[in-house]
C-alpha cells in the first residue's frame, strides 16, 4: 500500500499567522500532488496543485515540494477564521488509474480570531 | 452552475437494501472517478471511468458494488445488499486530461 501521512492535528493558529501543513508519501514514481480544502460535512475542495521541487504561489498558498525527500508542504499566510478545516494532501498512484488520487487523512486547521 | 453534481445528497437505507447514486460530471470531462469516504479518513478510490470505459477498480470494490457510465456523460453506482459497513460519504470526481479531480458535492449513505 502506498502511503500519504499528515499529521491529523489539530493544528491551532492565531489568526493573521502562518499555517504550515506538512505531507510525506513513499511512492517515489508520484507525479502530480494536490491540497484540497474540506469544511465540515462538504466535499474536498481543491486548493492547489504543484507537479515540480520547489515553490508555487497563489495567493495566500504557497506549495513546496521536495521530490528526494518526499515531502510536500502547504503554507497558508495571514491565516483567517475562514481558513478552518481539515487539509488533504493528495498524490497521484500511476498512469494505469488515470490519475486516481491517493489522499492521506488530513490535517485538522483551527484558525482561532 | 457546471460543476460536478450528485443525487441525491443523503441516502438512509435498511440493511440488505440496493441503493444507487447518479453522478453527473462537469460537461466535456472525460474522466470520472468514485472515492468513498468515511470518518476520520481521506477519501479512497474506488473505481475510474475513462469515457464509458471502466478501467480500474479498487480491491475496495467488492462484488457488491457495481458503476457504469453507459454514455460516457453520468456515471451510476450501485450497491447491493447494503451493509452498515457501506456507510460513509461517496464522492464522485471529474477531470479531463489533466491531473486535477473536481469533486461533487457528495452522496452520504446511513445503512441502519
Known amino acids: 500500500q502506498k502511503e500519504v501521512e499528515q499529521n491529523s492535528g489539530p493544528l491551532s493558529v492565531p489568526e493573521g499567522a502562518i499555517a504550515s501543513l506538512n505531507c510525506t508519501y513513499s511512492?517515489?514514481?508520484?507525479?502530480?500532488f494536490f491540497w484540497y480544502r474540506q469544511y465540515s460535512g462538504k466535499s474536498p475542495e481543491l486548493i492547489m496543485s504543484?507537479?515540480?521541487?520547489g515553490d508555487k504561489e497563489d495567493g495566500r498558498f504557497t506549495a513546496q515540494l521536495n521530490k528526494a525527500s518526499q515531502y510536500v508542504s502547504l503554507l497558508i499566510r495571514d491565516s483567517q477564521p475562514s481558513d478552518s478545516a481539515t487539509y488533504l494532501c493528495?498524490?497521484?498512484?500511476?498512469?494505469?488509474?488515470?490519475?486516481?488520487?491517493?489522499f492521506g487523512k488530513g490535517t485538522s486547521l483551527l484558525v482561532t480570531p | 452552475d457546471t460543476g460536478v453534481s450528485q443525487d441525491p445528497r443523503h441516502k438512509i437505507t435498511k440493511r440488505g437494501q440496493n441503493v444507487t447514486f447518479r453522478c453527473d460530471p462537469i460537461?466535456?470531462?472525460?474522466?470520472l472517478y468514485w472515492y468513498r469516504q468515511t470518518l476520520g479518513q481521506g477519501p479512497e478510490f474506488l473505481t475510474y471511468?475513462?469515457?464509458?470505459?471502466?478501467?480500474?477498480k479498487s480491491r475496495l470494490l467488492s462484488d457488491r458494488f457495481s458503476a457504469e457510465r453507459p454514455k460516457g456523460s453520468f456515471s451510476t453506482l450501485e450497491i447491493q445488499r447494503t451493509e452498515q459497513g457501506d456507510s460513509a460519504m461517496y464522492l464522485c470526481?471529474?477531470?479531463?486530461?489533466?491531473?486535477?479531480?473536481?469533486f461533487g458535492p457528495g452522496t452520504r449513505l446511513t445503512v441502519t
Open positions: 470526481a471529474s477531470t479531463t486530461e489533466i491531473p486535477e479531480q473536481y
Open positions: 511512492d517515489r514514481g508520484s507525479q502530480s
Open positions: 504543484i507537479y515540480s521541487n
Open positions: 493528495a498524490v497521484n498512484t500511476n498512469s494505469n488509474s488515470g490519475y486516481a488520487l491517493n
Open positions: 460537461s466535456e470531462h472525460n474522466r
Open positions: 471511468f475513462q469515457n464509458e470505459a471502466q478501467l480500474e
